[in-house]
């Protein structure tokens, strides 16, 4: 609809409501990117993250196997026969499977494993992009904005993650935009920002169970703020209904979901293994017994590896709350300390000093950078002290970063990733830090073979749980009968006894794997099992030939 | 002997006539203009008793009421027949809707599953593409101001004596409890009272509102206009009945219980200065004074919240038609007589005419002013009032739709639309029992037939609209609370689930009503507030 102009005493920008949080008057002249400059800084980093990906991951065989499986399980819901949704399975928070899924809709694009590269390199853009409104939205100019997201965007650690098909990128991007709603509103309180945040916050919640707590702390903090601030209690109310009611009704969900087809709503929360990682893992070394001295240094390593830059942030953003009662220096501290505070203590609560990972730490060094994107805006006087000591330390935290990636114990392939870069040489059959064995080609010889030799539907029972990398590699999932088909009663019950009703069964043969055709059928790993022929094997998997009818000494 | 537009333009009644004289009563002086329009029609000499304007109004009523309430049924459907709900169908409608189900028994006979599945499949996009629009519509809303913005300044600027004569008509019926509330509302309006022109419209069988206002001394700008019994008793017949005699610049529509913000009135006259001059009508927005009367009143002021404060003014900002609401919309009163005003067979005749307007090349605004209404707090009342908005609703779809591609053309693409997935999306309320209905069955019985009927792509779709798809619009009702900045009916909104349920039992009611009383109007009871302190929803000031 054409409008005349507007008079001269229109009021500025958008419509604002609810109690004022910030102490300093919102200057409506601070300009955050719009949408070409976005898209530029998006395309660039997308492309440096793909191709970066595609020769780590694609080229360089440094595939995350936990990627590997979202990857298949969001291939089954389009391709399994029949297509089904519960193939999103119940391990993991769902929504990584699930933005998996307009990649996986083109088969090469999912059996190629190009589509772990093309996700991750989208959702690293991405958050590239929102902490750069972060950064605007800061007062920062352009010129200050380039350098900091260049060396945060470039981190190995960072490059890794964003083309290697993992959550990390995902969430983090979901972070970004989190954090970057939560400082928007505190400037502006518009609710359209209050919204955004319970929404990124309720999808990071379905990325990672973790940020509940997050979540939690923040709906405290709003209700908090407001009442300081004197706000009528009506209006804490709807705030803290507008933010929790996306996360509430997220979690809500998926219980619902766990308890409606797993038959255990709390299932996800109790029991948060994942064995997956099991089936190209060797093994790692970790302390007999955690206490809070190891866990203490093991976080003070990630500090030094991951987020350096916390060092200097939370004590200035300490000092901001004291100094000019600026309750998101506050809240910003506390997520950083928050999000230390939990990994130690899931550490210490699973006796379990391997969980302490690098990628674990990544969120802090987000929140880090919007801590002193935050410490920025506050100290007017000492932006250019600011902006040089984050740029040392982000530059620092490149070197910081390689190192950790090398030598630092718990860790997904990242010591992989550092060669492949190093050397530009295929990491197949070698192993990295972590414990683990690199490389898919168990998965794409195994897989071959079935493609050759294998075409009746559903004649291969295996537990998918274990043998994705091979159902995936095939490209053809309805030649398996695997437990997403008809379920776990379904299958178990041919398990018992396949004679006839299957053409083979296919296991992995890692014992720390934990597959339930090799525990049902254990002398599948050297051939001695009655009724199955092995008729192919490679480093991590067997197919035997099932018989017609039980044999004796059956199992 | 004096044509009767004649006579109501020049504001003339003849009383009597002899030999060489015409003995009239008029409103005013006879001057030259007012003689030479007459002498087209007679050439005895004339003869003038001034009378009150409001006098001549009563007696032109009482000469020519029968001619007028015939404008006021027929008007639109003389000039454009194919713009009125009189007939539900047209021929070609009816046609195709008879192939269309011969077409879908035929199918059901020969192929069950599959045809049943076509259905599941058609719906569920239809629904998930309504939902996706109205998702697009209100987040374009969030944080912006599309509405039409006026000043405290611009109004203080005004001069009165600049002010052009505004017309208000106000349909009553049975309603005499609220005149005295009327009143007062009225009188608080910020516009000077001379350029006031209130019509309170009553119906000639309501032996209650027209003693009760005969009775009272009502201000000069008050004028009783008593409409002739006539089918269909509709308030946009009424409505037409108070026009033909308006002598506004600016015409609005308030019910009997509306409280309008004091300055809406200047807010408009400022607004219509500034804006595109292809704008005919300004909405203003509706909401409700007794909105934490109980649970159905705070729904209907989060509906109305998300309705006005976002659903509309995302519309506005698209350029496409917006259906009107059913009060506080201020027209330009010739171009509103030049599209034929309202239909009176249309018992939404708001939205009906707010679609008419855009096709005719028109524009709507919307303006950041309020009108707090009574919201139905009985549940039979407000599944009445609610049944015959969705009635009204098919009814202008069914008027639009009669020629599509004929609309397509006048319209364009977007707007059309549009158009099917704002008032046609009104048939989501129908279809709602029935997805719900499948799915608790299938919960409850997880009967295969059920899991056949959604195969993948399409048990997708319904799946995303079941889990997501309703959640967003539950909390887009919590947007529109907070946005309005009515915290307190936040956590109400949470429970809209419970308030869909009710619209689609209204729903049903309203399209089977259709077929046996398309026409029939189906009367809100007002003044149900119990005397209600009348606070609405706790605004926190910005």
Same mark, same amino acid.
Request: charged share 20%; hydrophobic share 40%; proline share 9%.
């Given at each position: 609809m054409a409008l005349a102009p507007p008079p001269a005493t229109r009021a500025p920008g958008p419509r604002t409501a609810g109690t004022? +949080? *910030?102490q300093r008057e919102y200057r409506t002249d601070v300009r955050v990117p719009g949408l070409r400059a976005g898209f530029v800084l998006f395309a660039v980093f997308a492309i440096v993250y793909f191709v970066v990906g595609y020769r780590v991951t694609?080229?360089?065989?440094?595939?995350v196997f936990d990627a590997l499986n979202r990857l298949t399980n969001a291939y089954l819901v389009w391709w399994n026969d029949p297509p089904k949704?519960?193939?999103?399975?119940? +391990?993991?928070?769902p929504l990584t499977t699930l933005a998996f899924l307009p990649v996986t809709i083109v088969k090469p694009v999912a059996t190629s494993l190009v589509a772990l590269p093309l996700l991750t390199a989208i959702a690293a853009a991405t958050a590239m992009v929102w902490l750069d409104r972060t950064l605007a939205r800061c007062e920062m100019p352009a010129m200050m904005r380039l350098p900091l997201l260049a060396a945060f965007g470039l981190n190995p650690l960072w490059l890794f993650y964003a083309g290697n098909g993992m959550s990390e990128a995902l969430y983090l991007a979901l972070l970004a935009i989190a954090l970057y709603a939560f400082v928007s509103w505190y400037e502006t309180t518009e609710p359209r920002y209050l919204f955004a945040a319970g929404f990124a916050i309720a999808l990071l919640v379905m990325t990672r169970y973790a940020f509940s707590f997050w979540a939690l702390i923040m709906a405290v903090l709003i209700g908090v703020a407001l009442a300081r601030r004197r706000a009528g209690p009506h209006e804490i109310e709807g705030s803290v209904i507008a933010f929790a009611a996306p996360v509430v009704y997220a979690l809500a969900l998926w219980t619902l979901f766990n308890g409606l087809?797993?038959?255990?709503?709390l299932g996800w929360v109790l029991d948060q293994d994942t @064995? /997956?990682?099991?089936?190209n893992s060797n093994g790692v070394d970790t302390a007999a017994s955690v206490g809070i001295e190891t866990v203490s240094e093991r976080l003070l390593e990630l500090n030094v590896a991951v987020f350096p830059l916390a060092f200097v942030v939370v004590p200035g953003l300490v000092i901001a709350f004291v100094t000019q009662r600026n309750d998101m220096a506050l809240w910003l501290a506390s997520f950083l300390v928050l999000g230390i505070v939990l990994m130690g203590g899931h550490a210490l609560l699973s006796d379990d000093?391997?969980?302490? /990972?690098?990628?674990?730490?990544?969120p802090m060094a987000l929140t880090a950078l919007v801590g002193a994107a935050w410490i920025y805006r506050s100290a007017a006087e000492l932006r250019l002290v600011v902006w040089l000591a984050t740029l040392a330390l982000l530059v620092v935290n490149l070197f910081t970063a390689w190192d950790g990636m090398r030598n630092?114990?718990?860790? @997904?392939?990242e010591q992989a990733f550092t060669r492949t870069v190093f050397t530009g040489e295929s990491q197949e059959g070698r192993s990295s830090r972590g414990g683990f064995t690199v490389g898919i080609d168990p998965e794409a010889q195994m897989a071959q073979y079935v493609k050759t030799n294998v075409t009746a539907r559903r004649a291969i029972l295996t537990d998918n749980a274990q043998t994705f990398g091979v159902i995936l590699l095939t490209?053809?999932?309805?030649l398996f009968f695997d437990r997403? *088909?008809?379920?776990d009663g379904a299958w178990n019950e041919i398990l018992e006894a396949p004679w006839g009703k299957v053409r083979y069964v296919m296991a992995a /043969?890692?014992?720390?794997?934990?597959?339930r055709v090799l525990a049902r059928y254990p002398g599948l790993a050297d051939g001695s099992e009655p009724g199955m022929a092995v008729v192919a094997r490679t480093d991590r998997y067997v197919l035997a030939r099932v018989a017609e009818r039980r044999p004796q000494g059956a199992g | 002997m004096i044509p009767e537009p004649l006579a109501r333009h020049l504001r003339v009644v003849p009383i009597a006539v002899d030999e060489t004289t015409l003995y009239l009563a008029v409103a005013d002086v006879l001057d030259d203009d007012t003689v030479a329009a007459l002498r087209e029609h007679t050439h005895l000499e004339l003869r003038g008793f001034l009378a009150s304007r409001n006098s001549i109004d009563e007696l032109l009523q009482r000469v020519h009421g029968g001619e007028y309430v015939a404008v006021a049924r027929t008007e639109l459907l003389t000039r454009f027949p194919e713009e009125s709900? !009189?007939?539900?169908?047209s021929t070609g409608q009816a046609i195709a809707l008879a192939l269309l189900a011969i077409a879908f028994l035929v199918c059901l006979v020969l192929a069950v599953k599959p045809t049943l599945i076509v259905a599941m499949a058609l719906s569920s996009v239809f629904y998930l593409s309504t939902s996706l629009y109205k998702f697009k519509l209100t987040y374009d809303a969030l944080?912006?101001?599309h509405e039409v913005a006026v000043t405290d300044e611009e109004i203080a600027a005004l001069?009165?004596?600049d002010l052009p004569t505004y017309t208000i008509l106000i349909p009553l019926y049975r309603e005499a409890a609220v005149v005295p509330r009327l009143i007062a509302g009225i009188g608080?309006?910020?516009?000077p009272k001379t350029k006031l022109d209130v019509r309170l419209l009553c119906e000639e069988d309501d032996d209650e509102t027209v003693p009760a206002l005969q009775a009272m001394d009502l201000p000069p700008h008050f004028k009783v206009v008593v409409v002739p019994d !006539?089918?269909?008793?509709?308030k946009p017949k009424a409505c037409n009945y108070g026009l033909l005699q308006a002598d506004g610049k600016y015409v609005v529509i308030y019910d009997a219980e509306d409280r309008p913000d004091p300055d809406q009135l200047k807010k408009i006259v400022i607004a219509f200065s500034k804006?595109?001059?292809?704008?005919?009508c300004i909405q203003a927005k509706l909401n409700y004074?007794? !909105?934490?009367?109980?649970l159905l009143t705070r729904w209907f002021a989060i509906e109305y919240s998300m309705h006005f404060d976002l659903l509309l003014p995302g519309l506005d900002a698209q350029d496409v038609p917006i259906p009107l609401?059913?009060?506080?919309?201020?027209?330009i009163t010739d171009r509103l007589i030049e599209l034929g005003?309202?239909?009176?067979?249309?018992?939404?005749e708001d939205a009906d005419l707010g679609i008419r307007l855009h096709k005719a090349g028109y524009k709507t605004a919307m303006i950041d002013s309020t009108t707090l209404e009574e919201a139905n707090s009985e549940l039979n009342n407000w599944i009445r009032q609610r049944s015959r908005w969705i009635k009204g609703y098919i009814q202008t779809w069914l008027v639009h739709m009669r020629h599509p591609f004929k609309l397509l053309r006048q319209v364009g693409l977007k707007s059309w639309l549009s158009f099917q997935l704002t008032v046609g999306g009104t048939f989501i309320f129908l279809l709602n029992p029935i997805f719900w209905g499948l799915t608790t069955l299938f919960f409850l019985t997880e009967w295969g037939f059920i899991r056949e009927l959604f195969p993948s792509v399409v048990f997708y779709a319904a799946a995303f609209q079941l889990f997501i798809g309703n959640f967003v619009f539950m909390y887009m009702n919590v947007a529109g609370c907070v946005q309005r900045s009515y915290y307190d009916l936040a956590k109400f909104a949470l429970l809209s689930p419970l308030y869909w349920g009710l619209m689609s039992l209204a729903a049903w009611k309203g399209f089977l009503q259709?077929?046996?009383?398309?026409?029939?109007w189906e009367k809100t009871i007002h003044?149900?507030?119990?005397?209600?302190?009348? !606070?609405?929803?706790?605004r926190t000031a910005a």
């Open positions: 004022r +949080l *910030d694609v080229d360089g065989h440094v595939v949704l519960a193939a999103i399975g119940f +391990l993991f928070p087809i797993v038959g255990e709503p @064995s /997956t990682a099991a089936v000093e391997s969980l302490l /990972t690098l990628r674990d730490a990544m630092y114990p718990f860790q @997904s392939l490209g053809r999932p309805g997403i *088909d008809e379920g /043969t890692s014992e720390r794997a934990g597959d | 709900a !009189a007939r539900v169908l944080g912006h101001q001069d009165e004596r608080g309006l910020d516009y !006539a089918q269909p008793k509709t804006v595109d001059p292809s704008v005919t004074f007794n !909105a934490d009367q109980n609401g059913g009060t506080s919309n201020h027209f005003a309202w239909d009176p067979f249309n018992v939404t259709l077929f046996y009383a398309p026409f029939y003044g149900l507030d119990d005397g209600h302190p009348g !606070a609405p929803p706790v």
